[in-house]
């Protein structure tokens, strides 16, 4: 304890004689206002803000100084920090954030979480009202707009978007040479990305005419490129739009039509389909979405942008949850397993896939809409043996200390993959679907991204932890 306080006044001590030196030399740049200039700096004794209440008061315990930091928004600029130098010959303090846990990239007006209370709104209407009053056309409209569209409006947008579902024939010759098993979600990342070539004037991105076509064509050219992608894999006919049904149906039309002349899709499924994709529509700054705003930000064409955000989804860290509960449903198999898993979780073995996330610690306002989608779509199909597994699960888990005490509630992910597979999807196909929903919600972000004053190039700094300064060997030297 002793040693301990006089560890403490050796510090404070040099800390004085620091700032007496910092008194004497000359204030920092004046360019950054809220610096406080060594004057206002009181060594010892807490320091009161005088004049600014938003502010972050930061001492640097190398030099005594300290600096005042404007509060904005609940953030501080990380560019203030810069301004903290040891000297001028040393650069400024940066911050450490792998995976962007609290930092935050950009301001945004297009979807809010709040993680706590589970509220997920898009342009804030809650998700609950768009599931069930609205359609996925409108729900893209309001996300890419910022506002729900009048009767003329809607009528245009799904005019435009239905009318721009057909694809170039090359863009079929293209798919058609893609491998016999090809993975359709690397169907669909290079078949967006290739829709670059067949549209260069998108690059023209600060027009804001230009970017609402695009915008158009990628919405509505999704569900082909996903669809065919789909029937690639089986080896069937690609089958193209239907221009006389909707949104899902067409898709649905895409997806499951043989030889009938024209394709009659349940509107139950239907609705569920569209339901699942408003679910996906936006989810604010996650993998994909920051990929598609990074990627962006170099003024790239909004068809590459998109497509780095499908690669970005394709990983089973963002997207290939629900696969992972359907794998885990199988492994449990019937409800009399469901106490021995949860024992293995609860000792660390696995994880209860489908629970818990990043954002929300409360029940993920998708999943709830979900569960009662399945009942829809099992209504049609007849129900999925797993549900009851998952039911029984979720139940188990949500009274179960574990998972109560770390705030775990199923997320998206628990329940889709059940609907999915009723609807007789193969697992490879579930990214797919989410990145159809995702679109709107992509490229309402990105169009965000350009028409922001504030953002540039994405460009984080990174702490250098390599050599230095080596003398370069040629190879006959290194290896006689
Ligand atoms: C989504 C997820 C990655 C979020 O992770 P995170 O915010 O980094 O949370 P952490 O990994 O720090 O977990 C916090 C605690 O809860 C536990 N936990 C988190 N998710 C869990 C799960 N699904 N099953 C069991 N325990 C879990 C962790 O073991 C940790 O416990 P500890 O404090 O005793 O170490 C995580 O909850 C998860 O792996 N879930 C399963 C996969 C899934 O459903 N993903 C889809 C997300 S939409």
Redesign the pocket.
Known sequence: MRKRQKTQSTRLRSTRERVKTRLTTPAPDPRWASVRTPPYVRVGARTTVLDVTDSLTVRDNRTGAEYEIPITDGTIKAADLGQIKLNDDTPGIATYDPGFVNTASCRSSVTFIDGEKGILEYRGYPIEQLAEKSNFLEVAYLLVHGELPTKEQYDHWVHHITYHTFVHENVKAFMQGFRYDAHPMGMLMASVGALSTFYPEAANISDPDNRQIQIIRMIAKMPTLGAWAFRHAQGKPYVYPDNDLSYAENFMSMLFKMSEVKYDPDPRIAKALDTLFILHADHEQNCSTNAVRSVGSSQVDPYSAVSAGIGALFGP??GG??E??LKMLRRIGNKSEIPAFIEG??N?N???????????KNY?PRAKIIKKACDDVFEVTGVNPLLEVAQELEKIALEDE??VK???YP????YSGLIYEALEFPPEMFTVLFAIGRTPGWLAQWQELIEDKEQKIARPKQIYTGDRQLTFVPAEERWA
């Open positions: 860290l963002h949850a629900n992972a509960v979780v609860k660390g696995e994880r209860l896939m489908g629970f818990g996330h990043r954002v929300y993920d574990y998972f770390r705030k775990l997320n998206v992910d628990f």
